[in-house]
C-alpha cells in the first residue's frame, strides 16, 4: 500500500538557521510528491511538488526540497529559517492504485525560534 | 479574488442537526474534494468530484452527502450531527485528470465545525 510518513511530530529551529523537514514514502510505481504548509486557521497552501526531473526542486517562500530515489524520501529544506515559516508542513504522495487521490503524512509542526 | 471558498467559516450546532457547507471554485478546475481535518490535524479525504460525477468516496457515515451542481460548486450536506463530527472540513479543487497524479489541489479557508 502506498503510504507516506513525516517522523517527527515538532521540529525546533533557530531564526537564520538552516531547516529540514523530513518525509519518506513508499509507494509501487513512480513517485508524485507534494509538499503543503498550513499556518494556523488557514486552510492547505501548495509549496512544492516532484513529478520528474531534477532531483531538487524549488518551491514558494524560498523552500526546497529534495527528492531521493534510493532513500525513498523527500525532505523539505530552508537555507535560512525566519520565524514566519513557523506552520504545520504536510507532504503526501499520489496514489496511483487509488484514483490518484493523495495520501497525506501526520504533519510536522516547525518552530523557529527568534 | 478567492480561489476556492467555503461557507461558513465557523459553524456551530447542536447534535442532531442537519446543516450544509458550501465550496465554490473559480479557477476552472475539474475535479474537487472534502476532507477532514481532526483535532491531531490528521487529514482524510471524503469525496471526490470530477466534472459534477463522483469518482472517490471513502468510507464515510451515510450522514454525509456531497452536491455538485456544477463544476465549480461542490456542497456538503451533513444530516443527524454527532460530536464526533466536529472537525474542520477543506474543500479543495484541481485541473482535470489530463495529466493523471500530476494535477496540484489546492484548497478553502475551512469550515470549522462544532457539535455541541
Known amino acids: 500500500a502506498q503510504s507516506v510518513a513525516q517522523p517527527e511530530d515538532q521540529v525546533n529551529v533557530a531564526e537564520g538557521n538552516p531547516l529540514t523537514v523530513k518525509c519518506t514514502y513508499s509507494?509501487?510505481?513512480?513517485?508524485?510528491l507534494f509538499w503543503y504548509v498550513q499556518y494556523p486557521n488557514r486552510g492547505l497552501q501548495f509549496l512544492l511538488k516532484?513529478?520528474?526531473?531534477d532531483n531538487l526542486v524549488k518551491g514558494s517562500y524560498g523552500f526546497e526540497a529534495e527528492f531521493n530515489k534510493s532513500q525513498t524520501s523527500f525532505h523539505l529544506k530552508k537555507p535560512s529559517a525566519l520565524v514566519s515559516d513557523s506552520a504545520l508542513y504536510f507532504c503526501?504522495?499520489?496514489?496511483?492504485?487509488?484514483?490518484?487521490?493523495?495520501?497525506w503524512g501526520a504533519g510536522t509542526k516547525l518552530i523557529i525560534k527568534p | 479574488d478567492t480561489a476556492v471558498s467555503q461557507t461558513p467559516k465557523y459553524l456551530v450546532t447542536q447534535m442532531g442537526n442537519d446543516k450544509s457547507i458550501k465550496c465554490e471554485q473559480n479557477?476552472?478546475?475539474?475535479?474537487m474534494y472534502w476532507y477532514k481535518q481532526d483535532s491531531k490535524k490528521f487529514l482524510k479525504i471524503m469525496f471526490s468530484?470530477?466534472?459534477?460525477?463522483?469518482?472517490i468516496n471513502e468510507t464515510v457515515p451515510n450522514r454525509f452527502s456531497p452536491k455538485s451542481p456544477d463544476k465549480a460548486h461542490l456542497n456538503l450536506h451533513i444530516n443527524s450531527l454527532e460530536l464526533g463530527d466536529s472537525a474542520v472540513y477543506f474543500c479543495?479543487?484541481?485541473?482535470?485528470?489530463?495529466?493523471?497524479?500530476?494535477?496540484?489541489?489546492?484548497f478553502g479557508p475551512g469550515t470549522r465545525l462544532l457539535v455541541l
Open positions: 468530484y470530477n466534472n459534477k460525477e463522483l469518482i
Open positions: 516532484y513529478i520528474t526531473g
Open positions: 479543495a479543487s484541481s485541473q482535470g485528470t489530463s495529466t493523471f497524479g500530476q494535477e496540484t489541489q489546492y
Open positions: 509507494v509501487s510505481g513512480n513517485p508524485y
Open positions: 503526501a504522495v499520489r496514489d496511483i492504485g487509488s484514483n490518484y487521490q493523495l495520501i
Open positions: 479557477l476552472g478546475h475539474d475535479t
